[in-house]
């Protein structure tokens, strides 16, 4: 079974993790918020009328989409410190479930035990940020 550096790695590289933060920031656009019944009554003083702002507001507070950004942004951050080569070789293994280790060493003329090894080296570091 796969770790969560693992799931994480696998949702960035796949673009899941870029359609779960839309998903999740077109969730919270379309919400309307429990419906207002009080009917009657006076009028409103002192409420304000800035929709934009609201939302802005609401997206930024939302903690499911701030976990989702960070990961998305220290995952582009510590990716790109590594060798292209390395990035490389862990993009192809992501991207793709039916990606195997063999494949890999034969896309980019290494050994399996090379690849593993620099997929290893890139958990480690990573799963001290995530």
């Known amino acids: 079974m796969a770790d969560r550096i ?11 993790l870029e359609l779960k933060i839309k998903q999740r920031e077109y969730e919270i656009r379309n919400d309307r918020g429990p419906t207002d019944e009080n009917i009657g009554g006076g009028k409103a003083l002192n409420k304000h009328n800035r929709p934009v702002e609201d939302m802005r507001i609401r997206i930024d507070e939302d903690g499911y989409y701030k976990k989702l950004m960070k990961q998305k ?5 510590w990716i790109a410190t590594f060798e292209p080569e390395k990035q490389k070789v862990v993009r192809y293994y992501y991207a793709s479930k039916a990606v195997t280790w063999t494949k890999v060493a034969q896309q980019f003329h290494i050994s399996e035990s090379t690849a593993k ?9 990573l799963a001290t940020v995530l």
């Open 117 to 125: 090894s620099w997929r290893v080296e890139i958990k480690h570091i």
């Open 6 to 16: 693992d799931s994480i790695l696998r949702d960035y590289f796949s673009g899941r």
């Open 73 to 77: 942004e220290d995952i582009e951050r």
